[in-house]
Every structure is written in C-alpha cells, then in structure tokens.
C-alpha cells in the first residue's frame, strides 16, 4: 500500500502525540513532587505535636533539606536517595532504611522507619497518599 504525503503526515502526526503523551505521564509525577517539595504547591502543615497551622512558605521542605540559595550555611538534613535508602543507625536506633511506606510514616506522623520519633523542628504534614508518593519517588530520586 502506497501511503499519500498527507497520511504519512497524520502518521507521523499521531507517532509524536503517543511518544508526547508517554514523557509527560513519566514526567508529571516529579513535577508534582518538586513543586511539593519547593512549595509551588499547598501543604497542610503544623508545627509537631500541636494544631498550630504552618504556611507553606514556613513548612516547605527546601527550606530545611536543602542549603540556603545563598548558600549561606544552614542546618540541613539532606533528603535523597542516599541519604533515605542506604542501611544507617539513625537518632540512636538500629539500622534502618526508608521505603515509600516509611517515608509517609515520618512526613505524617514524625516516626522514622525504627520506630523512633523525629525532632519537634520538623513539621507534621497531613497528605493524601498521591501526594506523599509523589514526594517519596522526587526525593528517593535525587
Ligand atoms: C522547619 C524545618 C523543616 C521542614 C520545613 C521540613 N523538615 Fe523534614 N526534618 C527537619 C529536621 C530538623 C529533621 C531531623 C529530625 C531529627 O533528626 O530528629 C527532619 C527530618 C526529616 C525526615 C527524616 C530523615 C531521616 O534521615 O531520618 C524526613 C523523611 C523529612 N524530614 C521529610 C520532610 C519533607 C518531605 C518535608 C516537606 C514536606 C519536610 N521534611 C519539611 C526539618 C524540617
């Protein structure tokens, strides 16, 4: 079969939409962890152990687990997949790791994955279960 200019047009046509629509469902799950992550997008927050509501501008995760864009030195607990994923001894319990479940775990209820409770410094955040997945694969990512 002979295929006209115009066919072999909607053809290609029709092969760059599919490949399109394929990176963009690979790419839309980090977009909505780093604009979480950055605060580009609302968190519902409070300060540990309280009601006391956070803005996002105070409960964004950039501001505490990354270095200042200054560059300024700053607490920082660095948030990747080193630093989640790799076997440590951490706040003095035995030698964890985080997965997806996990990391839920301590951005909700401040428990890391041994079972011991983070710092009050870090917020509690009240996320649907998308939105902390798609905080876990942009940070366990990085
Ligand atoms: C106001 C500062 C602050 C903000 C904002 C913040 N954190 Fe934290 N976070 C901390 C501190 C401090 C710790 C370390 C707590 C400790 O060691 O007990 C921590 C620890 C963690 C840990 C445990 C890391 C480990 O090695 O066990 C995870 C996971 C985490 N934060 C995720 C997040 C995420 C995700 C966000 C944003 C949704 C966020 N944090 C926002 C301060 C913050």
Redesign the pocket.
């Known amino acids: 079969m002979r295929l006209s200019r115009r066919s072999w047009a909607a053809v290609a046509a029709l092969a760059i939409g599919s490949v399109g629509a394929a990176s963009a469902a690979a790419f839309l799950p980090g977009v909505r962890g780093y604009a ?2 950055h605060g580009y997008a609302t ?1 519902q927050a409070s300060v540990a152990a309280t009601e006391v509501p956070l803005p996002t501008s ?4 950039v ?3 990354d270095a200042a864009p200054s560059g300024a030195p700053r ?1 920082v ?1 660095r ?1 990747d997949r080193a ?2 994923v790799q076997p440590t001894a ?2 003095g319990g035995p030698v964890s790791a ?1 997965d997806a479940a996990s ?1 839920c775990a ?2 909700r209820e401040g428990l ?1 994955p041994s079972f011991v409770i ?2 009050r ?3 509690r ?1 009240a996320l649907s279960d998308d939105d902390c997945g798609a ?1 876990w694969r942009y ?1 366990s990512a990085r």
């Open positions: 979480l992550y968190l105070a409960s964004r995760c501001n505490c687990h607490r607990v948030l630093s989640l951490r706040r985080y990391f301590a951005v890391d983070l710092d410094t870090m917020p955040f905080l940070v």
